[in-house]
């Protein structure tokens, strides 16, 4: 199972549908997101989730810290064989951006 469906299925187990449908398109996962810190995205949104009163969005926090939400090594496999992937390792061995 792709990390981002898991993701998905233990966000409606806790009873956050709206969160579980942002996961299902990707826009906490490590290569699909669009976001630059989908991490911090998730972490926030979980942190609001728990400040409501949702148990379970603690417990999943708790996890997500743990990195058992991380994207799995064939998918960072797949992400670096990727045209998107190829390009930034092609940038980093140039020298990178400059800030």
Do not use: C
Not at 17 to 23: F, Q
Not at 50 to 77: I, M, Q, T, V
Request: net charge negative.
């Amino acid at each position: 199972m792709h990390t981002k469906d898991f993701l998905a299925q233990e966000l409606e187990k806790a009873g956050l549908p709206d969160m579980a449908e942002r996961a299902r398109q990707g826009l906490y996962h490590d290569y699909l997101s669009p976001l630059d810190f989908p991490s911090l995205v998730l972490d926030s949104d979980l942190q609001k989730a728990a400040r409501r009163g949702n148990k379970a969005a603690e417990e999943l926090r708790r996890r997500h810290h743990n990195g058992e939400f991380d994207a799995s090594k064939a998918e960072s496999d797949e992400w670096a064989a990727s045209p998107e992937g190829r390009a930034a390792y092609a940038m980093l061995a140039k020298g990178g951006t400059k800030l």
